[in-house]
Nanobody, 111 residues
Framework: QVQLVESGGGLVQAGGSLRLSCAGS????????MGWYRQAPGKQRELVAV???????NYADSVKGRFTIGRDNAKNTVYLQMNSLKPEDTAVYYC?????WGRGTQVTVSS
């Protein structure tokens, strides 16, 4: 079993920043794909950012230039650095490592 735990969510003002982290019960180096998704009330869960073991990354158009996905080797975590946050970024953010999902962490951006 692979257990994933997200952390770093919270309440911020528009224009602020948050850094989400995803920790797994196994080494992150075992995963081929690592990604962040989000789901707002009444909306479909959507891909925010994804990275592969080969180093390729992809971002949703709505977050390009503002969000960065990466791995912190020292802490064995996958992070999502979110800058210039907008109210429309408000959602529950989920970590996905290959086929495993975390519980989600709430991000709320006030105007």
């Amino acid at each position: 079993q692979v257990q994933l735990v997200e952390s770093g969510g919270g309440l911020v003002q528009a224009g602020g920043s948050l850094r989400l982290s995803c920790a797994g019960s196994v080494s992150i180096f075992r995963f081929n794909t690592m990604g962040w998704y989000r789901q707002a009330p009444g909306k479909q869960r959507e891909l925010v950012a994804v990275t592969s073991s080969g180093g390729n990354t992809n971002y949703a158009d709505s977050v390009k230039g503002r969000f960065t996905i990466g791995r912190d080797n020292a802490k064995n975590t996958v992070y999502l650095q979110m800058n210039s946050l907008k109210p429309e970024d408000t959602a529950v953010y989920y970590c996905r490592l290959d086929g495993s999902w975390g519980r989600g962490t709430q991000v709320t951006v006030s105007s």
